[in-house]
């Protein structure tokens, strides 16, 4: 059965501080691993998709990486808006559902 | 990026009643899922809503609780039938594929905020 855990469930840092939050998975066949930004009371806003080991991609203050076994999301020098919770989710190969992790609260301090 | 909308945003509704919330996306789409989050919990997966034909229910849902319909490659509905309160949840719309979106990529609508008392 495909899984996904993230570590840590919250995380509060003081602005400036760059932290990575992680997330761990098994799936039979990776076809890609999402990673989204949900803040309270709305739905989750897509943010990447990575699908092979050592593959990269950068948007503004966030940098996702990904392994054979799992996915760091990097946040260098966050802001207070960058509090959110972040959601990692996997997908097998073939078209099938995503299957997501609990999530990341992330609290960013002025 | 596709363009989701929900109908409607939130609702309190009484236990025993039925609610159908509709998801409307601005381009033509592949796949369309409908998923629950209950609160302080992950996204689960309900069912994927098949064009012209039955959605498929992931394990734990039936047809008869979550009736949907998909009747073109822009619309779909999701009715909450015979609500208890275990039922309150936010429910999401999520696209996949087609003349708007990636197939790699998969979108979220804003949700609908659902209270059953």
């Known amino acids: 059965e495909d899984q996904v855990t993230q570590s840590p469930e919250a995380l509060r840092l003081q602005e400036g501080e760059s932290s990575s939050l992680n997330c761990s998975y098994t799936?039979?066949?990776?076809?890609?691993l999402f990673w989204y930004r949900q803040d309270p009371g709305k739905g989750p806003e897509f943010l990447f998709t990575l699908y092979s080991a050592g593959e990269e991609k950068e948007k503004e203050r966030l940098k996702a990486t990904l392994t054979k076994k799992e996915s760091f999301l990097h946040i260098t020098a966050p802001k207070p808006e960058d509090s959110a919770t972040y959601l990692c989710a996997v997908q097998a190969k073939g078209n099938t559902p995503l299957v997501f992790g609990k999530g990341t609260r992330l609290s960013v301090i002025a | 990026s596709a363009v989701i909308s929900q109908k409607p945003s939130r609702d309190i509704c009484q236990r025993g009643t039925s609610l159908t919330i509709q998801c409307q996306v601005d381009s033509q789409v592949t796949m369309m899922f409908w998923y629950r989050q209950q609160p302080g919990q992950s996204l689960t997966l309900i069912a994927t809503a098949n064009q012209g034909s039955e959605a498929t229910y992931e394990s734990g849902f039936v047809i008869d609780k979550f009736p949907i319909s998909r009747p073109n490659l822009t619309f779909s509905t999701l009715t909450v039938s015979n609500m208890s309160p275990e039922d309150s949840s936010i429910y999401l719309c999520?696209?996949?594929?087609?003349?708007?979106?990636?197939?790699?990529?998969?979108?979220f609508g804003p949700g609908t905020r659902l209270t059953v008392t």
């Open positions: 999520s696209v996949r594929g087609g003349s708007g979106t990636s197939s790699n990529e998969q979108y």
């Open positions: 799936v039979s066949g990776l076809r890609g």
